[in-house]
C-alpha cells in the first residue's frame, strides 16, 4: 500500500521554486540575514493584508503567541481562557510565563472556542481570551469581543492555522480573522496553510482597536 503523505512541501516548492530560489537569492545577497529591506516589505504587506495596524515579524508562532501576552504584561497567577482542544504551543507559553490557562470546551461543529461558555470561566483574575482559529475555521469573533468587552479583557487571537480566513459580522462586516482581537498571532511553519503564501517569515500582526482597563 503507498503510504499517504500528509504534507507535500516538496511539490509545493516546486511549484513555485523560481520565485523562492530567486527571493532566498536576493537576501543573500543583500546578506540582510536580520530584519532588512526584505522582512520590512513583508510586515508592511502582510499588514496590510490584515488590515492591520502593525506588523512584527518574529521567529515563529509559540513567540508570537508569547511575545503578545508579555506585551500585554501578563502576570504570573493571572488567568488565560483557551479552547480546550488545540496546539501545544496556545498554552505553553501561558505555562511558561507561570499565566494559567483556564480550558474552556469547543464548538462541535467549528472546534473553535464556544462562546456560550467563556463566560463561566471569567474570574477577578481573567486578563485574556486566546480564541483559535483551528483548520481553517473562525472562532465566533463577534461574540468574543463582546464578551470580552464586557468584561474588559484583551483578545489575542491565535490565527497560526487560519491565516487568510474572512470572519463575516453579523452587520455584514467582513475582516481578515488574526485582526479582530487587539494582537493576532500567526505561524508560516511549512504545513501550514500559510505556507501556500510562499512566505518564510513568520509574524505577529497587532493591532489595538481598543484598550481594557
Ligand atoms: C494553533 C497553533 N498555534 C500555534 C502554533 C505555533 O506555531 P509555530 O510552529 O510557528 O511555533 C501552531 C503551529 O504549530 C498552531 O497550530
Redesign the pocket.
Known amino acids: 500500500m503507498k503510504p499517504l503523505q500528509m504534507v507535500d512541501t516538496k511539490t509545493q516548492y516546486h511549484k513555485i521554486k523560481k520565485e523562492v530560489d530567486a527571493a532566498v537569492i536576493e537576501v543573500m545577497e543583500s546578506s540582510m540575514f536580520i530584519g532588512g529591506k526584505v522582512v520590512s516589505e513583508f510586515a508592511e504587506n502582510l499588514a496590510k493584508y490584515h488590515g492591520s495596524k502593525h506588523c512584527i515579524p518574529c521567529a515563529?508562532?509559540?513567540?508570537a503567541?508569547q511575545i503578545a501576552m508579555m506585551a500585554l504584561d501578563l502576570q504570573p497567577g493571572d488567568e488565560v481562557i483557551v479552547p480546550s482542544f488545540?496546539?501545544i504551543?496556545?498554552v505553553e507559553v501561558a505555562g511558561l510565563l507561570r499565566v494559567k490557562p483556564v480550558f474552556v470546551e469547543v464548538d462541535r461543529r467549528s472546534f473553535c472556542i464556544d462562546p456560550a461558555v467563556i463566560e463561566k470561566a471569567i474570574t477577578p483574575k481573567t486578563k485574556a481570551i486566546v480564541p483559535?482559529h483551528?483548520y481553517g475555521q473562525a472562532a465566533d469573533m463577534e461574540k468574543i469581543m463582546a464578551i470580552a468587552a464586557t468584561h474588559k479583557l484583551f483578545v489575542i487571537e491565535?490565527n497560526?492555522?487560519a491565516i487568510g480566513c474572512d470572519y463575516t459580522f453579523s452587520n455584514g462586516t467582513v475582516k481578515k480573522t488574526g485582526s479582530i482581537g487587539h494582537i493576532g498571532c500567526t505561524?508560516?511553519?511549512p504545513p501550514?496553510i500559510s505556507a501556500l503564501l510562499a512566505t518564510a517569515v513568520?509574524c505577529l500582526p497587532m493591532t489595538m482597536p481598543w484598550q481594557p482597563n
Open positions: 515563529n508562532g509559540t513567540d503567541l488545540t496546539y504551543a496556545t483559535v483551528l491565535d497560526a492555522q505561524s508560516f511553519y501550514k513568520p
